[in-house]
């Protein structure tokens, strides 16, 4: 099993779409938890840490469950600047705070 | 501007060359990273420093090497034994602390002929 584990998609959305993106990890000392954005050619940008009490940041809810875990990401009212590669990271467990990074899931947002 | 820079943005070399990729960063951070990134592949991190004059191997540290005499950079070499050197090389660092979040260049598209 993949330290994290994400579909692939890709996702295709019209605008105003909502769309949920899920991840699993398989250890469950983890300590830490993103969520960041590719654009096609680019470097990864920080979307939003996940919380274990959920965090939201306008648009974007990103939400923890440690008991299956799993982390998710919705996006709402999706505008077609959403477009992009999304990565699930997570911390490993010791002490030297290396992320383990998903292969991402791709969202193409349509007019 | 504050931020980590990375040069050049593509480089072409021929097999067999060595050939070293620039970071710098000036917001003071401790710990910084390379990780290369292939098609359909997640980043893998292949080296890693926490503190200066110190550095360590990360998953695929084979046929690469790094230096850290300076906080604010951290070249990587990738040198004539990496097999398949053809990739996107991305430098992240991160602030020494509680948060675990890295914060990366633009990377360099490394393309070996």
């Known amino acids: 099993r993949k330290e994290v584990e994400q579909d692939p998609g890709p996702f295709n959305v019209p605008e105003g779409a909502t769309v949920a993106f899920n991840c699993t990890y398989s250890n469950s000392a983890s300590q830490s938890f993103f969520w960041y954005r590719q654009d096609c050619r680019k470097e990864p940008k920080l979307l939003m840490s996940?919380?274990?009490?959920?965090n939201e940041d306008g648009r974007f809810t990103a939400q923890l469950n440690r008991a299956s875990q799993y982390i998710s990401l919705l996006i709402r009212d999706s505008k077609l600047s959403d477009s992009a590669t999304y990565l699930c990271?997570?911390?490993?467990?010791?002490?030297?705070?290396?992320?383990?990074w998903g292969l991402g899931t791709s969202l193409a947002v349509n007019p | 501007d504050g931020g980590i820079t990375q040069s050049p943005k593509y480089l072409f070399r021929k097999e067999g060359q060595n050939v070293t990729l620039s970071c710098e960063q000036n917001?003071?951070?401790?710990?910084m990273y390379w990780y290369r990134q292939d098609p359909g592949q997640g980043l893998r991190l292949i080296y890693y420093?926490?503190?200066?004059?110190?550095?360590q191997k990360g998953d695929i540290a084979e046929g690469y090497s790094v230096s850290r005499e300076k906080k604010e950079s951290f070249p990587l070499t990738v040198t004539s034994a990496q097999k398949n050197p053809t990739a996107f090389y991305l430098c992240?660092?991160?602030?020494?602390?509680?948060?675990?979040?890295?914060?990366f260049g633009p990377g360099t598209r490394l393309t070996v002929l």
């Open positions: 992240a660092s991160r602030i020494e602390g509680s948060t675990d979040t890295q914060y």
């Open positions: 420093s926490q503190i200066v004059n110190d550095f």
């Open positions: 917001l003071n951070h401790d710990a």
């Open positions: 990271v997570v911390r490993g467990a010791g002490n030297n705070r290396k992320l383990i």
């Open positions: 996940v919380y274990s009490s959920g």
